[in-house]
């Protein structure tokens, strides 16, 4: 969290003119546009920052997260995420990352039965879902959804009504579940089944998935809600950004949703849960372990669920879902790829070429056996993330539509292409 310790003023002189510049820095920043003062003639642009992938840029000001990616602290509204995931339900985060509070007792009854209310989705949608190849990628399907609740909604254009905006938000927790459980049905030649508004949210998941007849264990359910919880809000993560760039357009929230959507597909982001239990099924035994992490080593492979961003500790996530594992592992039976995963964990913290690159297990490392553990096939886990997920998309993009600060996002380039040349015949060419 930036301290008044990294406020002051920054003193530059630009050697091109001699020029000094003297620039406030606030919460550990200089606002960039400032550095269009730095220039060497009247009629110069002035400077501007490269910074390929953001490595180095803040793009908002937000009070929804905070991670310390040194210390492995991630927090939702200032609680940390340890107690949430073991105290919270999925709904109540959701609340808190929207609301800013938690809920009272009242607030949360009212909030359950209403997002609950809202799971059933337009019958179009079960229609669309039925159009697909059987084969299709679920996230596929989502991202598809997501476009077709912004044609059954269009009053969500209306981003400044509160009233407008808040249903869709509401509507994109409630019914990205039931989308992803009917395009999983539809991936099984099944029927969809229809959310029950007497049961709870993660309740109606299983199932939404499984069939009405079939009864969650408890603990199955309970570890269904620790994982949304983990995965509900991660601060300016790809998808989120996206999120918030794609929402900067004052598009409706389910299209900004469905480009974040789109984005969490990724192998590099959401898609890495499913691509680390395609990584230890390759692996096959605890044996191989040590030769593919030298095929890693020589960079033919990457290690999926290793590495982040800003984690350059163990993810915390990490280290809840692994303990998630033990109640999961207790109902179904020891899912025989923890031990591959434990030994692949073991071996890379004790090897120099993770250690001095700073990688650690993330969310995505463990994530995957949980939901295998729960009879979620591995095409679906990526879903599951934009479950959970959803809760912090939706909102991030409020706190970006209401920032009076925040315009439609529009980066600039370095132009390094042709100079002007004129047009050649295609006879000449
Ligand atoms: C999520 O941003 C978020 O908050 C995301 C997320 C969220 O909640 O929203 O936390 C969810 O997306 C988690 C990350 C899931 N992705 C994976 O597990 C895929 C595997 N991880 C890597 O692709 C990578 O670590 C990233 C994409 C996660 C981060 O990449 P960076 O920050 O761009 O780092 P980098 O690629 O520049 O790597 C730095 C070095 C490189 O080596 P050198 O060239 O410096 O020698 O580390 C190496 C990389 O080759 N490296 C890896 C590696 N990750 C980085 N080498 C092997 N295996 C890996 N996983």
């Known amino acids: ?71 492995g602290v991630l927090r939702y509204r200032g609680y940390p995420i340890e107690q949430l995931a073991a105290k919270s339900t999925f709904l109540e985060v959701a609340w808190l990352l929207i609301h800013g509070e938690l809920p009272t007792t009242a607030e949360l009854a009212s909030f359950t039965e209403d997002i609950v209310g809202r799971m059933p989705v337009d019958p179009s949608i079960a229609a669309s879902i039925g159009a697909f190849h059987q084969d299709a ?78 009864e969650p264990d408890p603990r199955l359910v309970r570890a269904l809600e620790i994982l949304l919880i ?11 950004s996206t999120v918030r760039v794609v929402g900067s357009s004052r598009v409706d929230p389910y299209s900004a949703v469905g480009a974040g959507v789109a984005a969490l597909y990724g192998p590099l982001h959401g898609g890495a849960n499913e691509a680390v239990l395609v990584m230890l099924r ?3 035994s605890k044996d191989n372990v040590p030769a593919f992490v030298e095929k890693v080593k020589n960079r033919e492979a990457l290690l999926m669920g290793f590495g982040h961003r800003v984690y350059k ?26 031990e591959i995963a434990v030994e692949l964990e073991r071996t890379a913290l004790n090897d120099e070429f ?40 939706v909102a991030q993009w409020l706190e970006m539509i209401n920032d009076n600060e925040q315009k439609i996002s529009r980066p600039r380039q370095v132009y ?10 295609i006879e000449s060419r």
């Not at 009504?161 to 989308?179: C, F, G, H, Q, V």
């Not at 983990?230 to 989120?240: K, P």
């Not at 994530?367 to 599951?384: K, R």
């Open 230 to 240: 983990l995965h509900a809000d991660h601060e300016q993560n790809c998808s989120t």
């Open 354 to 393: 993770f250690v001095r690159r700073k990688l650690y297990p993330n969310v995505d490392f463990y994530s995957g056996l949980i939901y295998e553990a729960l009879g979620i096939p591995s095409d679906m886990f990526t879903v599951m993330f934009a479950v959970g997920r959803a809760p912090g998309w």
């Open 282 to 284: 390759e692996i096959g």
């Open 1 to 71: 969290m930036a301290t008044e310790a990294q406020d002051g003023t920054l003193t530059v002189t630009d050697n091109r003119t001699g020029t000094t510049y003297e620039f406030p820095i606030t919460d550990g920043t200089i606002r960039a546009t400032e550095l269009r003062n730095i220039k060497v003639s009247d009629d110069d642009f002035g400077l501007m920052t490269y910074d390929p992938a953001f490595m180095n840029t803040v793009s908002c000001r937000s009070a929804i997260t905070y991670l310390d990616g040194d210390n």
């Open 137 to 214: 990628h679920p996230m596929g399907v989502v991202e598809a959804g997501f476009g077709q609740l912004s044609t059954l909604y269009p009053e969500a254009k209306d981003v400044d009504s509160d009233p407008e905006r808040m249903d869709a938000l509401y509507n994109t927790i409630a019914k990205i579940p039931t989308i992803g459980a009917l395009a999983f049905r539809h991936n099984q030649g099944l029927d969809g089944v229809a959310p029950d508004p007497v049961l709870g949210y993660s309740t109606n998941i299983l199932k939404m998935f499984f069939g009405s007849d079939y």
């Open 313 to 338: 500790n163990y993810d915390p996530r990490a280290t809840i879902i692994k303990k998630a594992c033990d109640d999961v592992f207790e109902v179904t039976g020891v899912n025989p790829l923890l």
């Open 416 to 425: 390094v292409g042709a100079d002007e040349r004129d047009y050649v015949e």
